[in-house]
């Protein structure tokens, strides 16, 4: 039997027998069984209960033209039937590489002409760390390592990547944390600023970077990474004082500025890429969920052209994966990034959903006693959930307020994630505005269900 077709308790027993969920303690499953996903179109997934959830999250941020996308199954079908597969090695190419290298120059800003493909954005980061490194080393600076990132940042799962993420419990399984990084504060104004306004504090914080390449010394420090918003943090999105000083301070002390747009880019903001909706210029940039939607897995990294001179002059590149440039891969990000401009979807999150669905959450849950703060951009929110909102206190952690709204979530018909005691979503770019009603109101009724059974109603 090909297990297509089984019962729900059936797939579930299977899944925890044989299957080890990424991000999930596997303990969970003694009190409740795995989500079986059988289908989706547009905004909707099922279950294998033939039941219709409303996905608040598109899959895992990254499903951005919403699912079932005929433009994007045929392009996928059209390629594989033609090449399915050839490498991008030594000095081979392929037509779909090579329209999607042209295809991202272009909608990339204004400078980032030079890509490298990867399958994911945990590789795409790896990759940074090589070249980055390697472009100092060719430059005869090959003390220029050290990368800086942020705490609460995410840079992927690899052990690279996870040393350029801030997030201790990452570091502290397995020994993951290399050699060569640096974290420092990350730019939350509503639990770190105290009686700070949000723009002082966000040159604060900014400051602490040039604070730490004093201490390290401009000589060893390669390049600060940060995503714009930062998602699985909790969607932090910095005071608009933050990125302009951090771009100064990189310039000041010519230390590369890595801007990661993995879930930032292809729209979500409102902008093609986070970085514009901050105005500032990256060195190099790392993209991938929303450059596929999720459709296929594939990862880039767009870089200047200070970069690349060195690059074609540092002698042989040695690095690169098998399915760098998958040609099936790249023909469905084509699609994608076609689908997007064809209709006008990034216009779409800046003049209409974007601002609607900021809106309508603050009206919805904002004044609610179980919230804090309402924050993000475009289609990309987080919700602070706090005890007291006087004080800005938090629950205790043992308390899992979010997994606990989260549930009651989901319990409605709706997918929203909880990051630590905050509600993170990020709807596809597609979103109609009666659909971010109905995720505001199923919000605001579980927030109400939550406070009940936390006696704060
Ligand atoms: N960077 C950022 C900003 C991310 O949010 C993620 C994934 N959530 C990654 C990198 C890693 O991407 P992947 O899971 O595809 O390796």
Not at 172 to 195: C, K, N, Q, T, V
Not at 427 to 455: H, Y
Request: hydrophobic share 40%; proline share 4%; charged share 25%.
């Amino acid at each position: 039997m090909s297990g297509m077709e089984r019962t729900t308790d059936e797939w579930q027993r299977i899944d925890v027998e044989h299957h080890l969920h990424p991000f999930t303690d596997p303990r969970y499953f003694d009190k409740k069984a795995p989500l079986i996903v059988t289908r989706a179109d547009g905004m909707h997934v099922w279950d294998s209960s033939g039941r219709q959830i409303l996905d608040g999250m598109a899959g895992l941020w990254c499903v951005n033209v919403g699912y079932g996308r005929k433009e994007l199954i045929e392009a996928a079908n059209r390629q594989m039937s033609t090449l399915a597969y050839y490498n991008v090695f030594f000095q081979s190419a392929t037509p779909p590489q090579i329209e999607l290298s042209r295809l991202l120059a272009e909608v990339t800003p204004e400078g980032l002409d030079h890509i490298f493909f990867a399958n994911s954005g945990s590789e795409a980061n790896d990759t940074i760390i090589r070249m980055v490194r390697h472009f100092w080393e060719v430059q005869g600076q090959p003390d220029k390592h050290v990368f800086i990132g942020r705490k609460l940042g995410y840079h992927g799962s690899t052990v690279a990547a996870t040393s350029l993420g801030g997030m201790q419990n990452m570091h502290a399984m397995g020994r993951s944390l290399l050699p060569g990084f640096e974290h420092i504060m990350h730019p939350h104004w509503y639990l770190e600023g105290g009686d700070m306004d949000p723009d002082e504090f966000g040159l604060k914080a900014a400051r602490a970077l040039e604070d730490k390449i004093l201490e390290l010394g401009a000589d060893n420090v390669a390049a600060f990474i940060g995503e714009p918003i930062q998602g699985a943090g909790g969607v932090i999105d910095a005071p608009r004082t933050y990125w302009p000083e951090i771009e100064r301070i990189c310039r000041k002390y010519d230390v590369l500025l890595v801007v990661d747009e993995v879930i930032c880019g292809f729209g979500r903001t409102g902008e093609w890429f986070g970085c514009q909706t901050y105005g500032v210029m990256p060195d190099l940039m790392p993209m991938a969920k929303g450059l596929s939607s999720g459709y296929l897995p594939i990862a880039a990294v767009a870089y200047n052209e200070r970069v690349h001179k060195v690059l074609k002059d540092g002698g042989l590149f040695s690095h690169g994966y098998t399915y760098s440039g998958h040609p099936v891969a790249c023909a469905v990000a084509i699609a994608n990034i076609d689908l997007i401009r064809r209709d006008k979807l990034v216009e779409r999150v800046r003049d209409d959903v974007g601002p609607y669905f900021h809106d309508r959450l603050k009206a919805a849950v904002g004044d609610h006693p179980l919230v804090g703060e309402v924050r993000g951009k475009g289609l990309l929110a987080g919700v602070q959930l706090v005890k007291d909102r006087d004080s800005r206190t938090l629950f205790d952690t043992a308390d899992n307020v979010a997994m606990r709204v989260r549930d009651l979530c989901l319990e409605r018909g709706l997918i929203m994630r909880a990051v630590g005691q905050s509600m993170v979503a990020s709807p596809a770019l597609i979103v109609k505005r009666a659909q971010i009603d109905e995720m505001a109101d199923i919000l605001a009724d579980s927030l109400n269900a939550a406070a009940r059974e936390f006696g704060m109603a």
